[in-house]
Nanobody, 121 residues
């Protein structure tokens, strides 16, 4: 599986962005998907995850209520809608796929290249 993340950019605090992660191959619907982020000088951290059917989602406390993860299996794409962005949300965002519905990055098998989100205050 190859993953291509896009949609990052510069946004003012309080604004919104939608990230996309397009997957190659015909087995997208057999993978649970996750979004992670890494800010400069910090460890990569979990943001959100969604089951292969899209029926279940889970969020980091810092983004819950502001971010929404979703997927379109017909388009082999997972999304991260980010609203009410804060300067502390600035990071490189990565999508990942795996066989577990988990917050543990070590359990994801494939990773996208990352897309950068900058939030100005």
């Amino acid at each position: 599986v190859q993953l291509q993340a896009s949609g990052g950019g510069l946004v003012q605090a309080g604004g919104s962005l939608r990230l996309s992660c397009a997957a190659s191959g015909r087995t997208f619907s057999s993978y649970d998907m996750g979004w992670f982020r890494q800010a400069p000088g910090k460890e990569r951290e979990f943001v959100a995850t969604i089951t292969r059917s899209g029926q279940n989602t889970y969020y980091a406390g810092s983004v819950k209520g502001r971010f929404t993860i979703s997927r379109d299996n017909a388009k082999n794409t997972v999304y991260l809608q980010m609203n009410s962005l804060k300067p502390e949300d600035a990071a490189v965002y990565y999508c990942a796929s795996g066989q577990r519905f988990t917050t543990n990055e070590n359990l994801y098998d494939y990773w996208g290249q990352g897309t950068e989100v900058t939030v100005s205050s």
